[in-house]
């Protein structure tokens, strides 16, 4: 079945760590974005991809940082410099163009907690 | 700046009932807006997009509509069940074309049997 894989489902961090969050999709999608999701808000755009080897910043980009070296993959680091990281992340893609519902494919999310 | 706003607080109804949903925007010029259901602990689901050009747009018990004079869309579930109770999002495409969805901060949709 196709699909958007988020992984670990749950993350504890210490002060000071920088982690990591993988994002795996088998869509064939071109575009992957990366969410921030706090209690009572809505989701905020940290970074996105349109194409391999290319990404750009979002609304929230500060202590974060991407790579997409493949089309299945756009992975997510929380480095030290993110003041406040504990949250719910999530990973989604879509097809890019005018055409079809622009539906975007969210994975189930990564709750990173700092301990 | 762009804004999204949708009621913070939760909608309670009677199981049976319509229940509508509110997405208002500001500084925006969207080529399409779409509604998602987000259950807690788990990613948003897509439900319906609808595009500038379009009025209404039906998909079983939920209708969506989509007034660009207002910068409103209201999204209707009809014969509302409790299995419906969840988190309802509008995203609007970001300006510029970029057709990267922005998020407002969702509705709580609360149906009592």
């Known amino acids: 079945d196709g699909g958007i894989t988020q992984s670990p489902k749950y993350l504890f961090r210490k002060e000071g760590q920088n982690v990591t969050l993988s994002c795996e999709q088998n869509?064939?999608?071109?575009?992957m974005y990366w969410y921030r999701q706090d209690p009572g808000q809505g989701l905020r755009l940290i970074y996105y991809?349109?194409?391999?080897?290319?990404?750009q910043k979002g609304d929230i980009a500060e202590g974060y940082s991407v790579s997409r070296e493949k089309k299945e993959s756009f992975p997510l680091t929380v480095t030290s410099a993110q003041k406040n990281p504990t949250a719910f992340y999530l990973c989604?893609?879509?097809?890019?163009?005018?055409?079809?519902?622009?539906?975007?494919?969210f994975g189930q999310g990564t709750r990173l907690t700092v301990v | 700046s762009q804004k999204i706003e949708q009621n913070s607080e939760a909608l309670n109804i009677q199981e049976g009932k319509t229940a509508t949903l509110t997405c208002n925007y500001t500084?925006?010029?969207?080529?399409?807006l779409q509604w998602y259901r987000q259950d807690p602990g788990r990613g948003p689901v897509f439900l319906l997009l609808?595009?500038?050009?379009?009025k209404e747009k039906r998909k079983e018990r939920l209708k969506v509509t989509f007034d660009t004079t207002l910068k409103q869309s209201l999204f209707h579930i009809t014969a509302s069940q409790p299995a419906d109770s969840a988190t309802y999002l509008c995203?609007?495409?970001?300006?510029?074309?970029?057709?990267?969805?922005?998020f407002g901060r969702g509705t709580s949709l609360i149906v009592h049997p």
């Open positions: 989604a893609s879509s097809i890019v163009g005018t055409g079809g519902s622009r539906e975007a494919f």
């Open positions: 869509l064939n999608h071109d575009a």
């Open positions: 991809s349109q194409i391999v080897n290319d990404f």
């Open positions: 500084n925006y010029s969207p080529a399409y």
């Open positions: 609808i595009r500038e050009n379009e």
């Open positions: 995203a609007l495409d970001r300006t510029g074309g970029s057709y990267i969805p922005t």
